[in-house]
């Protein structure tokens, strides 16, 4: 808990300074004292730099620890309105003196102004107490604004944020102890409360993607912990995370209500709101936000006799680390390695431990989903260790039916056809055998196409106690990545238009899935088709309009939500896409938040990073992408 005293922070300031013992008394007419509006100015740097000046203001936040290493003093008297002069409070930056001061002292400060990467400072060579009360300050209460302007003219001053405010991104939190909340909803998107990625709803390179973008920034503010620690270096592991425990999450999407004043600041090339003192821990009495806790404790109601989902299974690897040569780790705040980082084809959890945990997750979320066929990405493939192809995805399946109580669950074998040269992760898809059966053998494609991605799988089902007309395919995808910007010549170099690298491949290989499915559909006597997984595309971008000028329809994209969340945007990587035939006998869909929305923490990849043990053995943050699920009725009569 904090230290100073913020839960009295109203009665000190309206009742005057409290003088700091440490500190001598300033003598009244001493020295000329600027106000702090000059020291600011109506710019965006301080037109006293390199000045030596002396200030007095009352103090509304300070941090002792934590890096900052410092106070924020604000003019006696101001935050009742938006100053016209200049803004009213500034930073000063004094590392020697900032332990003996508190929230509500009156005091004087002399010291050089400067710009300490965009954020006008005073380098404090003197602190000194007043002796007479001072005005109180009222913190300013008003729309945050959007432009930099508005927010250079309160910089570092007291407010009380106006207004709805969503968790945007809490993949920092984890880090740097900072997330980022959405302001308000979109103009270009109504009703829209989080920021979607561009090309999730307008084609890459237009002029709208390009507006919500910059919507996108207008609309986003950082909240920060009041440090600048970072959380996975070893000496920060035993402060406790701030604002989040095994249960109390933070979760993209959450609404986050203030309850309390917080200093606009700007670190880091971001504008951020702080506390008025470091948090640490879940319940630090200078958190001043409130944050919803989202229950998804199981997917909607999809409807149908039979539904279809997907689900990344996050490197589910029965090959640890420890199992092979020449691994190096990611490993824990005491050196006990958790997971695989490079030089070696194993890429899950380091060792049978890790493993463990890992497998709790997936399996507990997977009892919850409530697909009958699951496709699943991102699985070992077990033949690269020596083994049968399908070893993993068995022990996989054993588990899940061990938790279940009976054998409820089955996988469907590799063909006897697979590819020479595969990936380390494969597609597979299992399925409940009591609500369908499989039709014919499974089918890998073997096109060049997929040469640096993972092999699309084909399984033809039918409904169990139905008839040929309750036939349909389901393919399992895994399309190549955003990442990696190769820049050799290929077409494939990230062109700025918001699809990042390798779109020219991933367009080639929805090209050869629609070709795929058009030989399913002539093999296994039926129209009726899903294409499903993590095709590395947003729903406008160009690999899933290859998908739909096919035909095919993209349910997930008539979701109310997103499959995953990068750098604060809100979009889906993962889809079901149906042909015409299936697209009819849709009776909802459903994206399962679970994982994208919530604090990377949670994954059994940051098991004891921090004092905070953040693990349970439930469905949060099972994996990185969100599970996708549709519901279809299948009828006899076609």
């Known amino acids: 808990m904090s230290k100073r005293r913020t839960t009295s922070i109203a009665a000190v300031l309206l009742s005057g300074a409290v003088v700091a013992s440490t500190f001598t008394a300033a003598q ?14 109506t710019g965006d740097t301080s037109p ?3 000045q030596k000046t002396t200030v007095r203001g009352v ?40 332990a003996s001061v508190e929230v509500g002292d009156h005091l004087q400060v002399s010291g050089t102004v400067s710009e300490y990467y ?15 009360p001072a005005e109180s300050i009222k913190p300013l209460a008003i729309t945050l604004p959007s432009d930099e302007a508005g927010r250079e003219q309160i910089e570092s001053m007291l407010i009380e944020p106006q207004g709805e405010f969503t968790v945007s991104d809490n993949y920092s939190l984890n880090q740097y102890g900072e997330l980022t909340l959405a302001m308000g909803t979109s103009s270009i998107l109504p009703g829209e409360k989080l920021l ?20 996108n920034e207008q609309r986003s503010i950082v909240v920060d912990d009041g440090a600048t620690l970072n959380f996975s270096t070893a000496k920060n592991t035993t402060v406790a995370l701030p604002y989040i425990d095994s249960a109390h999450r933070v979760s993209v999407g959450a609404e986050a209500t203030f309850t309390g004043p917080m200093i606009l600041d700007y670190r880091y090339d971001l504008w951020r709101l702080q506390p008025q003192g470091q948090v640490i821990g879940s319940d630090d009495a200078d958190i001043a936000l409130h944050f919803e806790q989202i229950d998804n404790s199981a997917p909607q109601d999809v409807g149908g006799n039979v539904s279809v989902g997907s689900f990344n299974v996050l490197n589910y690897f029965t090959t640890t680390g420890d199992e092979l040569s020449g691994c190096s780790y990611y490993s824990d705040r005491e050196g006990n390695p958790v997971t695989v980082r490079q030089g070696c ?5 380091a060792n049978q431990a890790s493993f463990e945990r890992q497998q709790s997750k997936i399996v507990a979320a997977l009892s919850k989903f409530t697909a009958d066929v699951v496709v699943l990405e991102e699985i070992e493939n077990s033949a690269r260790f020596g083994q049968d192809r399908d070893a993993a995805l068995a022990h996989l399946v054993d588990q899940l039916n061990s938790a279940a109580g009976s054998k409820i669950w089955k996988f469907v074998p590799s063909p006897d056809a697979t590819p020479a040269d595969e990936d380390v992760i494969r597609t597979a898809i299992i399925y409940r055998n009591k609500a369908v059966k499989p039709i014919g053998e499974s089918v890998i494609l073997e096109d060049e196409a997929f ?10 089902f039918q409904k169990v106690g139905g008839n040929q007309k309750t036939r349909f395919v389901v393919v399992a995808n895994h399309f190549k990545s955003k990442g990696s910007d190769p820049k050799d010549g290929s077409g494939n170099a990230d062109s700025g238009d918001g699809q990042g690298a390798w779109n020219a491949d991933r367009v080639d290989q929805a090209k050869a899935l629609v070709s795929f499915a058009d030989q399913l559909k002539k093999s296994r006597n039926t129209q009726k088709v899903l294409l499903a997984g ?3 595309s947003y729903a406008a971008e160009d690999p899933i309009r290859v998908l739909a000028e096919a035909g095919y329809v993209d349910l997930g994209a008539k979701a109310d939500s997103q499959s995953y969340v990068y750098g604060g945007l809100s979009g889906s990587l993962d889809h079901i896409l149906a042909s015409p035939e299936l697209a009819s006998k849709v009776t909802g869909q459903d994206i399962w938040n679970i994982n994208a929305i919530e604090s990377v923490g949670y994954e059994y990849s940051r098991y004891n990073y921090n004092i905070t043990n953040l693990f349970s053995s439930n469905q949060y943050r099972s994996s990185d992408h969100d599970p996708v699920l549709v519901g279809l009725q299948l009828n006899k009569k076609g």
């Open 534 to 536: 993590d095709f590395n």
């Open 48 to 50: 006293l730099v390199g």
């Open 59 to 98: 103090v509304t936040a300070a941090y002792a620890q934590g890096g900052i290493r410092g106070f924020y003093l604000q003019s006696a008297g101001s935050g009742a309105q938006i100053p016209t002069e200049g803004s009213s409070a500034v930073f000063i930056y004094a590392p020697d003196d900032v």
């Open 28 to 41: 009244a007419d001493t020295v000329e004292i600027t106000p702090i509006e000059q020291v600011q100015g």
């Open 345 to 349: 084809d194993a890429r899950g959890a």
């Open 196 to 215: 979607r990625q561009p090309t999730d709803v307008f084609a890459p390179g237009s002029a709208q993607a390009a507006e919500l973008g910059k919507e």
């Open 118 to 132: 965009g954020l006008t400072q005073i380098k404090a060579q003197s602190v000194k107490s007043l002796s007479e």
């Open 451 to 460: 040469d640096n991605a993972r092999e699309p799988l084909g399984q033809a």
